[in-house]
């Protein structure tokens, strides 16, 4: 096997076979991740913008540190999807973030942040703030126990999701219930009051899911996350879906 590419792990899941990809970009020379589930390609650190805006556009909704007093971490967040860390690791560096749950259904992607797989897996699995938890995302959501399995009926000052390609195109048929009304109302139990949920999706703004959002939460919006797409040589985007409940 050359240097210009590395399969780095192989695994079978229940959702079917899970690698990690190591390739070498021939025209910026740096090393690009990718992670595919069966013929599927789920992420690649050399696309990481709409990842990093999820957080971003998310913990903006939430309030403010004052520049002119000593930060203060208040803010418990929860990470849908641990991916290759990205959406994680930005919720870190915001002062304001006390600590951080991360919950993936995979327990072979945590082992490749605690092993150090993956460039970020070092920084997560040693920071205090952060534990990574192997559980569905979707029944937990769905469940009055919640989303802490140590704290059970804990709320969130902002849940973070990122694990299906949209809301119309999802990796598992159980995970279409969470983006109907009574899916986000149960997942709006987990949050404070004036609490953030932020979707992450591939697909541009959908008119039917920003009306279900608008049904439930009585602040929302679809942003549209621009970023290059050397692949393509053009522009590609994201959406980044932010909902907010009633302070």
Not at 216 to 230: E, G, L, R, T
């Amino acid at each position: 096997m050359s240097a210009r590419f590395e399969e780095i792990d192989w695994r079978p899941t229940a959702m079917g076979d899970i690698s990690l990809r190591r390739r070498r970009d021939p025209v910026s020379g740096i090393d690009v991740y990718e992670v595919k589930l069966g013929d599927e390609f789920l992420m690649s650190s050399l696309f990481t913008a709409g990842e990093i805006a999820l957080t971003e556009l998310g913990l903006a909704e939430l309030p403010d540190v004052d520049p002119d007093a000593e930060p203060e971490a208040e803010l418990d967040v929860v990470v849908g999807g641990l991916g290759l860390g990205y959406t994680a690791v930005a919720a870190l560096d915001d002062p304001r973030v006390r600590s951080l749950t991360v919950i993936d259904t995979l327990a072979e992607v945590i082992d490749w942040h605690r092993r150090g797989l993956v460039p970020l897996g070092a920084r997560l699995s040693s920071d205090p703030r952060c534990r990574l938890v192997q559980g569905d995302f979707f029944a937990m959501a769905a469940d009055s126990r919640g989303l802490d399995p140590q704290e059970p009926g804990r709320r969130f000052h902002a849940v973070l999701l990122d694990v299906d390609h949209s809301p119309r195109h999802v990796l598992h048929p159980r995970h279409a219930a969470l983006y109907q009304p009574a899916g986000l109302r149960a997942l709006t139990e987990h949050l404070h009051p004036g609490g953030v949920f932020a979707l992450w999706s591939n697909d541009p703004p959908d008119e039917q899911f920003t009306s279900v959002l608008a049904e439930v939460f009585p602040q929302s919006a679809a942003h549209v996350v621009d970023f290059d797409n050397p692949l393509q040589g053009g522009t590609s985007t994201n959406t980044v879906y932010v909902a907010r409940t009633e302070p």
